[in-house]
């Protein structure tokens, strides 16, 4: 699991037996979220913030685009270079929420995380 600042253990047993704690399988699953979630919330924030300028949320809307849909200007089946268009969008998404991210996207981005994957149950 990613860092998060804090660590919990995970009782090994839970895996192996025919009986699942439902309650550790759920807290489990809500950070495994919170941790794919936050980078998608940081990027939907900055999309929808009205001080992004209007050619990086035109290119981020491009990328996301291409990264979705299912045909590839080189399809993912054709070795090494089947990947190389996909990670050309991935890297100009990347660089755009970088160069444009700011503590105000963030903290909206952490405020819905918290709504949408709470820690306290």
């Given at each position: 699991m990613a860092n998060t600042g804090y660590t919990e253990?995970?009782?090994a047993d839970v895996l192996?037996?025919?009986e699942v704690?439902?309650?550790?399988?759920?807290?489990?699953l809500r950070r495994a979220g919170r941790t794919l979630a936050r980078p998608a919330l940081?990027?939907?924030?900055?999309?929808?913030?009205?001080?992004?300028?209007?050619?990086v949320r035109l290119t981020m809307l491009a990328a996301l685009t291409?990264?979705?849909l299912p045909m590839d200007l080189i399809?993912?089946?054709?070795p090494a270079a089947g990947f190389s268009d996909d990670l050309v969008a991935l890297t100009a998404l990347l660089g755009l929420c970088t160069t444009h991210m700011n503590?105000?996207?963030r903290l909206r981005a952490?405020?819905?995380?918290?709504?949408?994957?709470?820690l306290g149950r």
């Open positions: 253990t995970v009782d192996g037996s025919t704690d439902e309650g550790a399988l759920r807290r489990l940081e990027c939907l924030e900055l999309l929808l913030d009205a001080k992004t300028p209007p050619q291409y990264l979705l399809p993912d089946f054709i503590d105000e996207i952490q405020r819905k995380l918290d709504r949408w994957f709470p």
